[in-house]
């Protein structure tokens, strides 16, 4: 006999993107469960550097300052982004004095960082459930 548990939304793997997904519907007040059959949240390296687009979802999601604070020093924002060419002849550049006025601070930390900061703002929600598949 199987246990039967009703939800509106099925998400299936808890990846940043399942996590936030879940997360984003559990703000809605959507009844959602994640479904994962990793029983930790995978760290190995992986991204760790998030676009604009990417970072103002993650303001929409309120996880951002949590982003922020456990990634990196906030020295290592003050960086230089190059575009080279293989031999490295520079193609474009972008310096943080470049940004676009009133645009959210960038967010660097480890892609298992900001899972694990989303996965902890989840938990705070009665109506998402994570069920691990071990």
């Keep these: ?7 509106e939304v099925l998400v ?14 559990a703000k809605a007040g959507i ?5 994962e059959c990793l029983p930790d949240i995978d760290d190995s390296p992986r991204a760790m550097a998030y ?4 970072v103002v979802e993650l303001e929409r999601g ?11 020093e906030p020295s290592d924002y003050d960086f230089r982004l190059r575009w080279i060419t293989i031999d490295n002849k ?7 004095e470049d940004r676009i006025p009133g645009s959210f601070d960038p967010i660097i930390c480890g892609q298992y960082a900001l899972a694990r900061v989303m996965q902890r703002h989840l938990s705070e ?8 598949l071990l």
């Design 62 to 72: 309120g996880v951002a300052a949590d982003a922020r604070e456990v990634g990196m």
């Design 125 to 132: 929600f009665q109506c998402a459930q994570v069920c691990l």
């Design 1 to 7: 006999m199987t246990a039967q548990t009703e939800c």
């Design 12 to 25: 299936v793997g808890a990846g940043p993107v399942g996590i936030f997904t879940t997360l984003l519907l």
């Design 51 to 54: 676009g604009a687009a990417a």
């Design 31 to 35: 009844n959602t469960i994640l479904i």
């Design 90 to 96: 520079l193609v474009a550049e972008f310096q943080p």
